[in-house]
């Protein structure tokens, strides 16, 4: 694949090294994190969300939680931003994107079912190597 890539980093626009797990970051966050970083997302964008997480697991060599365990991530509400803004992708450097633990216990990952069979859209992690991140702009 092949696209413009957009990196939002959510945890430096927070003013912390990390979000904590369990933290949902809403739509309006991610539109005020665009605006603060001057980025535009535009249809077909590669969107790019640093939570912090994969740099503190790093950092304390902890890694226990980190595959499918709790985390920073985008809310349900996510749902509509990407229909909205029409992005061809989305990926973090958390394992799922999504904010867990979820906030329903009524589906296990909500917000996968809606983006990638509803909306099409790839998702994954970020394995850009410590340090490239700061880079990207």
């Known amino acids: 694949m092949n696209g413009r890539g ?12 990390y979000l904590q797990d369990g933290y949902g970051i809403s739509n309006d966050e991610l539109n005020k994190c665009a605006r603060a970083q001057n980025v535009e997302i535009r249809r077909g964008d590669f969107v790019i969300i640093r939570t912090g997480q994969m740099e503190r697991c790093l950092k304390e060599k ?5 595959a499918g365990g709790d985390a920073p991530g985008v809310k349900f ?5 990407c229909q909205e803004h029409q992005i061809a992708a989305v990926c973090s450097d958390t394992w799922g994107v999504e904010v867990r633990p979820n906030e329903t216990t009524e589906a296990n990952q909500p917000w996968h079912w809606v983006v990638i069979s509803g909306h099409g859209a790839v998702h994954g992690r970020d394995f850009l190597p410590q340090g490239t991140r700061r880079g990207l702009r």
Do not use: H, S
Not at 62 to 66: A, I
Not at 77 to 81: A, G, L, R, S
């Open 77 to 81: 509400e996510n749902c509509y931003w």
């Open 62 to 66: 902890q890694w226990g939680g980190y």
């Open 6 to 17: 957009v990196l939002l980093d959510i945890a430096r626009f927070k003013g912390v090294e």
